[in-house]
């Protein structure tokens, strides 16, 4: 995965999002990055370091009228295939 300039560890999923709300899907997207290098002994600073320019882009996104960020109006469903 590369972050900026910056090389670390690779991440691998099986996800897909769908969705007619591209804030969400970023903000659902992000927060499914971080918990993941959680995951995999990053600690709070390596995460908050990109948290604040994601939230500074999901802010003006909102902003815009382009969607929204609030968890709580974000209805995520989880689908298990296979």
């Not at 691998?12 to 959680?38: Q, R």
């Not at 994601?54 to 989880?78: Q, R, Y």
């Amino acid at each position: 995965m590369v972050l900026g300039d910056e090389w670390t560890s690779k991440v691998t999923g099986d996800s897909i999002f769908m969705t007619f709300d591209p804030v969400a899907h970023d903000a659902c997207g992000f927060k499914l990055w971080s918990d993941t290098v959680k995951q995999q002994g990053n600690d709070d600073a390596f995460v908050q370091r990109y948290a604040d320019k994601a939230n500074s882009w999901l802010s003006h996104a909102v902003e815009l009228g382009l969607g929204t960020s609030d968890p709580a109006k974000i209805e995520l469903v989880e689908q298990k295939i296979g």
